[in-house]
């Protein structure tokens, strides 16, 4: 009797939870509410840091009152100081009144709020990490750019429009609900269709289970490279991304640069597949997929890459491996990868224990994570960029901004199985079991350390979601005879697929012995000079040097027990 009445109280605060992340958007209050809690009860006891905020709320009354003297008279004033700069406020209009004086009043309030809210003393660092946050995202809600009445350059447009703007924006916002509730595909999207102008270099799927299908390329030279390119991506995103567009298709330039390439397309999961964990992940995806392009070029060490969480997972898989003693993978590469979470950057705003007891309601009843619930995390953390100035372009200004590959490939989002979304938030993200050494695959230990092999690791220097001091940290974790660290500009997506040639990339590389000390991320930095353009040449001679330097006819496209099955790129990538 207690037992049905547990069960029924459970099922109570289940479904609240439920109700409370449908209306929240999947983010949980709790952790808001708590850390809010944390810095008022700390702040009402700091006299000096209330003193300091009212000295600096007075001075900055001071600057707006002699601001608006000034502008008021008819000055063009730019509203940010010199060497400041705001892509919001950066054209002529914001400089004349009253619009320079609505962006400098926000400008001073927003600083105000985030001087509030940091260095008051006894708050938690995550408390003070929220409530930065949140006074971030107040500060983006509320800019005078996204308002009609306080927006020049919209006034202007709709004047000189006669309102036409804002017909096409009613419109726009209508498209946009439409899709938003019927899940149909972003504007622009049907320009780029996978197979037709994205992913499209040629080869054929050699193998598919219920998780994975494995594509081989067509090879594109004469003769290759002897061992061959097993790229492992994540499986929250198209493996696509690492062949784009013929320009940036780090497929089509290693088949190019004579390499036999293999690329693992994860399923799109569905809610049968609730029942897939991080060890399906590993025999159903890496593991099936190594015993297939071994199977196919025999006789060779296969170089082995991942990208984002795919790296994490190749990571585990090459230690486990190795604990075996299988020394099939010859060398790895790690794409803007963590193996160390201790500091896993702005993604750790949504990583708690509150946070992931209220996805875990959320993917009970569905079985996955829908993309969308990831696409908005990701897109708070680029307010401005990713959610407020768009909307002001497409509906108040009724300009809908133009499809690049890149955003194509960005909406066409995945869903993850619950159960494996939850042992990888926890067992990594919440715990660092791989760096403590408490990780277990398939029941047996998985320790780092293991990794002997020569090791090629890039991060990304503006990289929010795998920041590259915390990518940096494997060298600390593996013994390999040799660890490369390779850091280059960009972000997480677009620093990786740079193309093999780019005006505006630059790069640092370093490789350090197992005999020579480890430097700190920060004198790795600043004792490491930098080279001008693309990572990828680098890496390809790297490649080329671990090696066996044999050039040999390329192999057939599968083999007796992996026959082709279909042309690439499949059938798993078009599932949506």
Not at 45 to 61: I, N, V, W
Not at 216 to 222: G, H, K
Not at 556 to 571: F, I, R, V
Request: with cysteine.
């Amino acid at each position: 009797m207690d037992s049905d009445k547990n069960q029924a109280l459970e099922r109570v605060d289940h479904e609240f939870r439920k109700l409370l992340g449908s209306l929240s958007g999947g983010l949980a209050p709790q952790d808001y509410a708590a850390a809010a809690t944390d810095w008022w009860l700390h702040f009402m006891s700091a006299p000096g840091k209330q003193a300091e905020l009212q000295q600096a709320a007075f001075k900055s009354m001071l600057d707006l009152w002699d601001f608006s003297a000034r502008a008021a008279q008819g000055q063009a004033l730019s509203p940010t100081p010199e060497g400041e700069k705001d892509t919001r406020f950066t054209g002529s209009a914001w400089e004349l009144f009253p619009f320079n004086v609505y962006a400098r009043a926000h400008r001073l309030g927003s600083g105000l709020m985030q001087q509030a809210v940091t260095g008051v003393d006894g708050v938690q660092p995550r408390s003070q990490q929220l409530m930065e946050f949140v006074a971030q995202q107040a500060a983006d809600a509320s800019s005078p750019a996204n308002f009609p009445g306080t927006n020049p350059e919209v006034i202007q447009k709709t004047v000189e429009e006669k309102g036409a703007n804002l017909a096409r924006g009613w419109q726009h916002f209508l498209e946009d609900l439409e899709r938003t509730q019927n899940g149909g595909e972003a504007p622009g999207t049907e320009d780029f269709r996978v197979g037709e102008k994205l992913a499209i270099t040629p080869g054929k799927v050699v193998y598919r289970n219920e998780l994975i299908e494995l594509i081989q390329y067509s090879p594109a030279t004469d003769t290759v490279q002897a061992e061959p390119v097993l790229i492992v991506p994540a499986w929250i995103m198209k493996y696509y991304i690492l062949d784009l567009s013929p320009r940036n298709s780090m497929v089509k330039w290693l088949v190019e640069s004579g390499h036999t390439v293999f690329m693992i397309s994860w399923k799109n999961p569905s809610a049968a597949d609730r029942h897939l964990g991080m060890d399906d992940y590993l025999s159903k995806g890496i593991y099936a997929a190594l015993d297939a392009v071994t199977d196919i070029v025999p006789e060779c060490g296969v170089h082995a890459v991942g990208y984002c969480i795919g790296g994490t997972l190749l990571s585990i898989a090459a230690a486990a491996l190795a604990r075996r003693g299988d020394t099939r993978i010859q060398d790895v590469t790690l794409l803007a990868a963590q193996t160390d979470f201790s500091e896993p950057g702005e993604l750790s705003l949504f990583i708690s224990p509150s946070q992931l007891a209220m996805l875990e309601t959320l993917m009970q009843k569905e079985g996955v994570l829908e993309s969308s619930k990831m696409g908005g995390a990701f897109t708070l953390l680029r307010a401005h960029d990713l959610l407020w100035q768009p909307a002001v372009n497409a509906y108040l200004k009724g300009e809908r901004a133009g499809m690049i590959d890149l955003m194509a490939w960005n909406a066409d989002g995945t869903r993850m199985p619950a159960r494996m979304h939850t042992e990888y938030l926890y067992g990594l993200y919440l715990n660092n079991d791989l760096a403590l050494d408490r990780f277990t695959a398939e029941g047996e230990p998985v320790h780092l350390s293991d990794i002997r092999v020569p090791m090629f690791v890039v991060g990304t220097e503006t990289d929010h979601v795998a920041p590259w001091k915390s990518v940096y940290k494997v060298d600390g974790l593996v013994r390999s005879d040799e660890v490369t660290f390779l850091l280059t500009s960009g972000g997480h997506n677009a620093g990786i697929v740079s193309g093999a040639v780019h005006p505006k990339r630059r790069h640092r590389v370093r490789t350090r012995a197992a005999s020579d000390a480890r430097l700190k991320a920060d004198r790795w930095l600043a004792e490491t000079e930098v080279t001008p353009g693309s990572w990828w040449p680098t890496w390809e001679a790297w490649l080329r040097r671990h090696g066996s330097s044999k050039q040999v006819a390329p192999p057939a496209m599968g083999s007796g027990n992996y026959p082709a099955l279909e042309d690439a790129p499949g059938q798993y990538v078009r599932q949506r």
